[in-house]
């Protein structure tokens, strides 16, 4: 009895170091896997090996169904962005500090794993903490991450993790170089300056003409005053019934408008600075003397009585408007 009570410490102490060894061996074997090929590919066996309490080390898993014949569309669409992050994460870490090893399990080659959990959608994704050890974990449950908004991006899942293992090292997420988006960009790039320099010699005189500059800026300045925005920030109805069977055209009030409205205003404003512009700049170019006072009286005409509908308009958005002119009074 004194032998054995003399060694049942030294038994235990023994035992501890092969229980901290077989853990420790049990990761460096995981771990030489995932340097060869990150994620894992897991069986029934090898998900109980490397998820079964106790380890000291963490263990990401994704349970999918990647056959066509479970029709899982997210499980195809997540799959390529969760081979990324796994090879990101372990090229990252070759020393591995983080402790993570990174696992594929799909239900063909785990369905009794799925069973015992109790599984009836995928993709499901896992993370196990370790129980023992400097980043123990208070619960021995896994965490789940949340796919009700679809399929992540492997930078989503990445900073997922990297909350769920605070104080370690969070390889960043590398993407292959897209060569062929490159080359398409490249080429594209090419072919529009090609293309530009030889119609430089038929593009820049029209760039280059003032009348277009000219009419591009007055057809803006004619929108904007007229209400163009406020029509697309408010949501203003094309036209409205004037509660007698008929239609309004234009609404009364400075806080209301209607589509329409801004395109009746919209054609006065131009009207109106067409007349100006002819009398301006046309009229006293004519050679003829009696043409020109005949354009002379027919502009000044069009103002006038376009003018006068304006003024109009005015008194319908506003009942208080004094001004007006014959004939629209």
């Given at each position: ?6 060694i049942?410490?030294?038994l ?6 092969l229980?901290?060894k077989?853990?420790?061996?049990s ?5 030489k ?11 029934d ?5 490397l ?8 263990v990401?898993v994704l ?15 997540f799959?390529?962005e969760?081979?990324?992050l796994?090879k990101?994460?372990t ?5 591995g500090e983080?402790?993570?090893i ?9 369905r ?16 196990f903490?370790p129980?023992?050890?400097?980043h ?6 896994p965490s789940?991450y ?9 930078e989503?899942v990445?900073?997922?993790l990297?909350?769920q293992l605070?104080?370690?090292p969070?390889?960043?997420?590398k993407?292959p170089i ?5 080359a398409s960009t ?5 072919g ?15 760039i280059?003409?003032r009348?277009?500059?000219?009419s ?21 109805p ?9 239609v309004?055209?234009?609404a ?21 600075s067409f007349c ?8 006293p ?5 009696k ?7 027919v502009?000044?005409i069009?103002l ?6 304006l003024l109009?308009?005015?008194r319908?958005k506003?009942?208080g408007?004094?001004f ?6």
């Amino acid at each position: 009895m004194r032998i054995l009570s003399s060694i049942a410490p030294l038994l235990l102490l023994i035992g501890g170091s092969l229980a901290k060894k077989a853990q420790t061996d049990s990761y460096e074997e995981f771990n030489k896997l995932a340097q060869r090929s990150s994620p894992i590919k897991l069986n029934d066996a090898t998900y109980a090996s490397l998820t079964t309490a106790p380890r000291n080390h963490s263990v990401a898993v994704l349970l999918t169904a990647l056959e066509t014949r479970f029709g899982c569309q997210l499980c195809q669409e997540f799959q390529p962005e969760w081979d990324l992050l796994g090879k990101s994460w372990t090229k990252g870490d070759k020393t591995g500090e983080s402790r993570l090893i990174f696992g594929t399990l799909d239900f063909a080659d785990g369905r009794e794993t799925f069973i015992s959990l109790g599984l009836q959608t995928a993709p499901v994704l896992m993370l196990f903490n370790p129980t023992v050890g400097p980043h123990a974990a208070t619960s021995p449950e896994p965490s789940r991450y949340d796919f009700t908004a679809g399929p992540p991006a492997a930078e989503q899942v990445h900073s997922w993790l990297s909350r769920q293992l605070p104080n370690r090292p969070h390889p960043a997420v590398k993407r292959p170089i897209n060569w062929l988006r490159w080359a398409s960009t490249i080429t594209l790039v090419l072919g529009v300056g090609t293309a530009l320099v030889s119609a430089s010699s038929y593009v820049l005189p029209i760039i280059q003409n003032r009348n277009i500059w000219a009419s591009v800026s007055l057809i803006a300045i004619l929108l904007f005053t007229s209400g163009h925005m406020f029509n697309h920030i408010r949501k203003v109805p094309y036209i409205v019934g004037d509660g007698k069977g008929g239609v309004s055209y234009i609404a009364g009030g400075f806080q209301s408008q209607l589509g329409l409205e801004t395109q009746i205003v919209a054609a006065i404003y131009g009207i109106l600075s067409f007349c100006a512009i002819t009398l301006a700049v046309k009229v006293p170019r004519m050679a003829d003397s009696k043409t020109q006072q005949v354009a002379v009286v027919v502009w000044s005409i069009t103002l006038f009585l376009v003018y006068s509908f304006l003024l109009s308009v005015f008194r319908v958005k506003n009942g208080g408007y004094p001004f007006s002119l014959p004939p629209f009074m």
